[in-house]
């Protein structure tokens, strides 16, 4: 069964970095989309990025320049480097997977997606 855990959340200073991770379990990540979504306390989940494979990726403009995402195959892992980090990127961050290439990524909703994880908190606070 395809199982999706997000880790690395935290309290990050504003201007700091932190690095999520998406572990992925009964898929292979390379077959398939991956987004990235987060949800800040009383507003909807807002897509940040989605990824076909290691050359295609679309950035909404909310983390275009800040964020990064990269992928470990032998894993079967992504990783979302977060730079420059505001206290409105403040969050709940989801990994979510799709298990078709979708072009069209960018208007998926998370429940759109097959999978996703429970989450992980991120506070950008000083």
């Known amino acids: 069964q395809l199982q999706v855990v997000e880790s690395g959340g935290g309290l990050v200073q504003p201007g700091?970095?932190?690095?999520?991770?998406?572990?992925?379990?009964?898929?292979?990540?390379?077959?398939g989309t991956i987004g990235w979504f987060r949800q800040a306390p009383g507003k909807e989940h807002e897509e940040i990025l989605c990824s076909l494979d290691t050359t295609t990726t679309y950035y909404f403009d909310?983390?275009?320049g800040r964020?990064?995402?990269?992928?470990?195959?032998?894993?079967n892992s992504v990783h979302l480097q977060m730079n420059s980090l505001k206290p409105e990127d403040t969050?709940?961050?989801?990994?979510a997977v799709?298990?078709?290439?979708?072009?069209?990524?960018?208007?998926?909703a998370?429940?759109?997606?097959?999978?996703?994880?429970?989450?992980t908190q991120v506070t950008v606070s000083s």
């Open 16 to 31: 700091g970095s932190l690095k999520l991770s998406c572990a992925v379990s009964g898929f292979a990540l390379d077959s």
């Open 62 to 64: 909310s983390v275009k």
């Open 67 to 75: 964020f990064t995402i990269s992928r470990d195959n032998a894993k």
């Open 91 to 95: 969050a709940v961050y989801y990994c």
């Open 98 to 108: 799709k298990k078709t290439k979708y072009l069209y990524c960018g208007n998926l």
């Open 110 to 119: 998370l429940n759109e997606y097959d999978f996703w994880g429970p989450g």
